[in-house]
């Protein structure tokens, strides 16, 4: 069967995606502290800022990941603090590191060995997976990282058929932007100025990118910025 597990699909682009692929058949595995909202996902309640947790909910996989033919892993669930390369405490930092790449490592560690050729994991990054912003120290440390665990992956599963890529969206109007820039309208429309089309994204057509990379394995190894073109000021 068809599955796919996603973490973060609690809310925002891992929901939307998650209703994606529902949508085309697929069973779907959420992982996060919350529920995801879509009808017919399975949940696993997993708090991926805690190592043990992570590594029970990797336990629970393994059926998952015997059944799945193929399987799509989508490393999505992440932390965004505002923080700053002169004044962040070794353990905050840790935190962030624990949940944005130890968490995914641990999934990586306990499911791609028994993935089948066909199978894909599809890392979700950032604009600023490549470029910097002030006061987003540890998140942009972070997603400069999740590329070259993405690059990294494509190397070493070389020859066993399963592809990887990392989506980077821009500006989506989910609940982590939103923890940032407010419902304020003027704060809305200067950030989604910022894109060539002048809105924020939504998050189903991150989703759709997202789903497009799972099956299309000649971008192997690629880095596909979702971001409406944003604007260089
Ligand atoms: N929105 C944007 O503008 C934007 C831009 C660039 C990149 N991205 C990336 O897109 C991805 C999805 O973000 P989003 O915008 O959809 O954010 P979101 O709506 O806030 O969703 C974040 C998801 O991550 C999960 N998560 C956070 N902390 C977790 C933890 N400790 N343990 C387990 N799960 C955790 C949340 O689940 P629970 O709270 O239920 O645990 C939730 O499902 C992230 O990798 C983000 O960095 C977003």
């Given at each position: 069967m068809k599955q796919v597990i996603i973490s973060g699909a609690s809310a925002g682009i891992g929901a939307a995606t998650a209703a994606g692929f529902l949508a085309a058949g697929w069973a779907v595995t959420n992982l996060s502290r919350r529920p995801c909202p879509v009808a017919g996902a399975t949940s696993i309640a997993c708090d991926f800022s805690d190592p043990q947790a992570v590594q029970r909910a990797?336990?629970?996989?393994?059926?998952?990941?015997?059944?799945?033919?193929?399987?799509?892993?989508?490393?999505?669930?992440?932390?965004?603090?505002?923080?700053?390369?002169?004044?962040?405490?070794?353990?905050?930092?840790?935190?962030?590191?624990?949940?944005?790449?130890a968490a995914p490592n641990a999934l990586n560690a306990a499911l791609l060995p028994a993935m089948k050729p066909g199978s894909a994991v599809?890392?979700?990054?950032?604009?600023?997976?490549?470029?910097?912003?002030?006061?987003?120290?540890?998140?942009?440390?972070?997603?400069?990282a999740t590329i070259g665990m993405m690059r990294a992956t494509c190397q070493d599963l070389a020859g066993r058929g399963i592809h990887t890529a990392c989506i980077?969206?821009?500006?989506?109007?989910?609940?982590?932007?939103?923890?940032?820039?407010?419902?304020?309208?003027?704060?809305?429309?200067?950030?989604?100025?910022?894109?060539?089309?002048?809105r924020l994204i939504t998050p189903e057509e991150i989703a759709e990118a997202i789903i497009w990379a799972a099956l299309h394995p000649v971008i192997n190894g690629a880095v596909l910025h979702a971001n409406l073109g944003q604007l260089e000021r």
């Open positions: 990797c336990d629970d996989l393994l059926g998952v990941v015997a059944e799945a033919n193929p399987l799509v892993l989508v490393h999505n669930a992440s932390l965004l603090r505002n923080d700053r390369a002169d004044a962040t405490a070794d353990a905050d930092f840790r935190e962030v590191l624990q949940i944005n790449l599809i890392y979700v990054g950032s604009t600023l997976s490549e470029k910097a912003v002030p006061n987003s120290y540890s998140y942009v440390t972070t997603k400069h980077c969206p821009g500006f989506t109007d989910t609940e982590m932007l939103r923890s940032h820039i407010g419902t304020d309208p003027e704060t809305e429309q200067a950030v989604a100025s910022m894109s060539a089309f002048g």
